[in-house]
């Protein structure tokens, strides 16, 4: 596709269920990034993957997080037994390399509520 | 990684021009300086990028003086449609853009 996909666009959960957020790069794009937005607030750097090295997961919040890329297209986030205060916009975004240099494209975001 | 200062808000009038400055006193010299905007329930859009002196593109203007420790966004004439969140953030060339972005400047553009 021509820009960063994510899905779901909107997800409600139950406290304690695992959910699943899926993150389509730009094609050629090596680097992807995720990061969480609480309302009102800035972004927050989850996790961060550059080509075939390993990722840098410093930002995940805890270990109910975790993330996967294969090779340098789609990215799963996923999210073990939801808490509430997981309720947030999940962002992707991807750069053509992993310079600070580049420019980030972001997707629309996953909308996560849990109840 | 460097970190930014920014302030949280500020408002404006159409037809203004804007200026909003963020400091980051213990920028790298290999530090990028970069400004994104977010209109809501949108991801953040890249709007220019700059390492020293005046940056000019199709949308605003970025000046860095030369000792970096600070840089200023400039929007000509703004719209309503300006009405959004600015992101400043630094990189550095070895680890992306994995610092935090921070909470922007909330700009109001009012008619």
């Known amino acids: 596709g021509a820009g960063v996909s994510q899905s779901p666009s909107n997800k409600v959960t139950e406290k304690g269920k695992d959910v699943e957020l899926r993150c389509d790069p730009i094609s050629g794009h090596t680097a992807l990034y995720w990061y969480r937005q609480r309302l009102g607030q800035g972004l927050e750097f989850l996790i961060y993957f550059q080509g075939n090295s390993a990722p840098d997961k410093s930002g995940l919040p805890s270990d109910r997080f975790s993330a996967e890329r294969t090779g340098e297209s789609v990215s799963t986030l996923t999210i073990q037994r939801t808490q509430q205060e997981d309720s947030a916009v999940y962002l992707c975004?991807?750069?053509?390399?992993?310079?600070?240099?580049?420019?980030?494209?972001f997707g629309e975001g996953s909308r996560l509520t849990v109840l | 990684l460097a970190k930014t200062t920014q302030p949280i808000s500020m408002d404006s009038y159409e037809g203004q021009e804007v200026n909003i400055t963020c400091s980051h006193n213990n920028i790298a010299t290999n530090d990028y300086i970069t400004w994104y905007q977010q209109f809501p329930s949108q991801g953040p859009r890249f709007i220019i990028q700059g390492y020293k002196t005046k940056v000019t593109n199709e949308v605003a203007s970025l000046f860095i003086p030369a000792d970096r420790k600070s840089s200023t966004l400039s929007l000509p004439r703004v719209s309503l449609s300006d009405t959004a969140v600015y992101y400043c953030l630094v990189g550095d060339d070895t680890g992306g853009f994995k610092t935090i972005f921070g909470a922007g400047t909330r700009l109001f553009v009012k008619a």
């Open positions: 975004a991807s750069s053509l390399g992993g310079s600070g240099t580049g420019e980030l494209f």
